[in-house]
C-alpha cells in the first residue's frame, strides 16, 4: 500500500509547500518595489535638486559676469568722455592765451601745450574699441569728425603771427572756436546720455535674467515640494501600514507566547498528576501486592521448615528478588511524587531529597528553610521541589561541588528558594539545556522570576522568586 506524502507525518503537502514560496515571491516582490520606488522617488528628488543648484550656480555666474562688464565698459567710456571734455575746455583756454597773448614767449608756450592736448585726444578717439551698438558707432564717429574739424579749423591759427593774432584773434575765438566746441561738447554729452541709457538697459537686462532665475527656482521649488510632498505621503501611508502589520503580527507572536505558556503549564501540570497518579499506583497496587507476595513467601518458608535446604533456598532467593523489586517500586514511587510532599509538606520533602542525594555522593547538603505555611498552594510546592530536584542533579552531575546551600523564604507576598554550590560554575548566557529551559517555564508558569548567576571557577547561584495569590497570607 502506497503512502501519500501528505499522509506522512512531518512532511508537508506540497500545495502547502508552493503556497509558501508564492508568498514568499510576493513579499519578495513587494519589498523590491517598495525600494525601487524609494530609490526612484529620492533620485528624482536628488537630480532636481542639483539641476536646480547648478542652473543657479551658472545664472549668477552670468550675471557677475554681465555686471562686471557692463559696470567696466561704462567707467571706460565716462572716463574718455571726461577726458575728452577736459582737453576740449583746455585747448579753448591753451587758443585763447595763443590767440590773445602780446608776449611771444608765452604765446608759444600756449601754442605747444595746444598741440599736446590734441594729440592727447586724437591718441583716445584712436585708442578707443568700437562700441557694439550701431547708435554707439554713429555717436562716436560723429564725435570723431566734430573734433577732426575743431583742429582743422584751428591749423591755419597756429601759423599766425603776433600781429595777426592781434588783428583777428579775438574773432575767430567767437566765431570758431567757440560754435565748434560747443557743438562738439555736445556730442560728448549725447555719448554720456546714451552710456546711461545702456547701462540702464543692461540693468534692466540683468533684472530679467534674475527674474527669469528666481521663476525658474520658483517652479524647481514647487516641483520638488510636490514631489516630496508625494513621496512623504507615500513612505508615511506605507510606514502606517508597516505599523500596522506590526502591531498585527506583535499581537499575534504575544498570544501564541501565552498560549505557550498556557500549553506549558497544562503539560507541566499534567506530567505532576500523571507522575502523581503513577506514584500512588506503584506505592499502592504493585507496592502493596508485592508486600503481600513477601508476607506469603514468608509464610512459606515457615511451612517449608521441614523440607529440604535447597527448596528453602529457593523461597529466601525468592523472598529476596522479591523485596528488591518492592524497593525498587518505592524508590520509583518516590522519584516520581515523593508522598511526603503531600503528606508531610515542603520542607520535609526537600530535607528527604538532601539527604538521598547526600547519601549516595559526597556532597554536603544544608538546607535552610523559614517556617512555611501550611496552606501554601500545590503548585508552589511542586515547582519548588523540582527546581531544587533539577538543580541538585545539575549539581551531581556537572558542578564538581562539594557544599550546597538550599534557602527557602517567605516574604512579602512572594516565596523565594535558593540554591547555592561552590563548583566549577559556567557561562548562563552560552548555556541553555533543557533543565535550565524546564526551570524556566516551571517559574514562568506561575508568573515568578528566575535568576542564575554563575562563572567559571565562581559556583552558581540559583534564585527564584514565585509571586503568592492575593488571598493568600504568610500570618
Not at 197 to 214: P, Y
Not at 372 to 382: A, V, W
Not at 397 to 405: E, I, K, Q
Request: with cysteine; proline share 3%.
Amino acid at each position: 500500500m502506497r503512502v501519500k506524502s501528505a499522509d506522512v507525518p512531518g512532511q508537508q503537502p506540497s500545495f502547502a509547500r508552493s503556497g509558501d514560496r508564492d508568498a514568499s515571491a510576493q513579499v519578495t516582490r513587494r519589498l523590491l518595489t517598495t525600494r525601487t520606488a524609494l530609490v526612484l522617488g529620492f533620485g528624482v528628488l536628488l537630480l532636481l535638486l542639483a539641476l536646480s543648484g547648478v542652473n543657479t550656480i551658472h545664472v549668477v555666474a552670468q550675471l557677475r559676469s554681465s555686471n562686471e562688464r557692463t559696470l567696466s565698459a561704462f567707467l571706460e567710456q565716462s572716463g574718455q568722455l571726461d577726458e575728452i571734455r577736459s582737453a576740449l575746455y583746455l585747448s579753448g583756454t591753451y587758443i585763447r592765451d595763443f590767440l590773445l597773448e602780446p608776449d611771444p614767449a608765452r604765446a608759444e608756450q600756449s601754442r605747444m601745450a595746444l598741440i599736446h592736448t590734441r594729440q592727447e585726444i586724437l591718441s583716445t578717439l584712436s585708442g578707443r574699441a568700437i562700441p557694439a551698438q550701431p547708435t554707439d558707432q554713429k555717436l562716436w564717429a560723429s564725435l570723431k569728425e566734430e573734433v577732426q574739424d575743431y583742429w582743422r579749423a584751428m591749423d591755419p591759427v597756429l601759423s599766425w603771427d603776433a600781429a595777426q593774432r592781434s588783428a583777428h584773434g579775438y574773432a575767430f575765438l567767437r566765431d570758431e572756436v567757440l560754435p565748434r566746441r560747443a557743438g562738439t561738447l555736445s556730442i560728448a554729452d549725447k555719448i554720456a546720455a546714451v552710456n546711461q541709457q545702456n547701462l540702464v538697459r543692461r540693468d534692466s537686462r540683468l533684472l530679467e535674467m534674475f527674474s527669469g532665475l528666481r521663476n525658474r527656482s520658483m517652479l524647481a521649488l514647487a516641483v520638488m515640494f510636490l514631489l516630496g510632498l508625494i513621496q512623504a505621503s507615500a513612505s508615511t501611508v506605507h510606514i502606517l501600514r508597516l505599523e500596522r502589520r506590526t502591531r498585527s503580527h506583535l499581537r499575534e507572536v504575544t498570544s501564541a507566547r501565552e498560549e505557550l505558556r498556557d500549553l506549558s503549564a497544562k503539560l507541566v501540570e499534567t506530567q505532576e498528576h500523571e507522575r502523581k497518579n503513577i506514584s500512588r499506583e506503584l506505592h499502592d497496587a504493585v507496592g502493596q501486592s508485592l508486600s503481600a507476595v513477601q508476607l506469603e513467601l514468608h509464610d512459606l518458608a515457615g511451612v517449608l521448615a521441614s523440607y529440604p535446604e535447597v527448596l528453602r533456598g529457593r523461597v529466601d532467593r525468592i523472598r529476596e528478588l522479591v523485596e528488591g523489586s518492592l524497593t525498587m517500586v518505592r524508590n520509583v514511587a518516590l522519584l516520581l511524587r515523593p508522598s511526603m510532599l503531600d503528606d508531610l509538606g515542603l520542607q520535609a520533602a526537600l530535607q528527604w531529597q538532601a539527604h538521598q542525594i547526600a547519601r549516595s555522593t559526597d556532597l554536603r547538603i544544608d538546607v535552610a528553610a523559614d517556617e512555611l505555611p501550611q496552606e501554601l498552594p500545590e503548585e508552589h510546592k511542586t515547582c519548588i521541589f523540582r527546581l531544587v530536584q533539577e538543580a541538585l542533579n545539575n549539581v551531581c552531575r556537572h558542578a564538581n561541588a562539594n557544599l550546597v546551600a538550599i534557602g527557602l523564604r517567605v516574604e512579602e507576598r512572594q516565596v523565594t528558594v535558593t540554591v547555592r554550590d561552590n563548583g566549577r560554575g559556567f557561562t548562563p548566557a552560552r548555556t541553555k539545556g533543557l533543565g535550565l529551559i524546564g526551570m524556566q517555564e516551571r517559574v514562568d508558569g506561575l508568573g515568578g522570576h528566575l535568576r542564575i548567576e554563575s562563572g567559571p571557577g565562581q559556583g552558581t547561584v540559583l534564585e527564584a522568586s514565585l509571586p503568592l495569590p492575593r488571598q493568600f497570607s504568610t500570618h
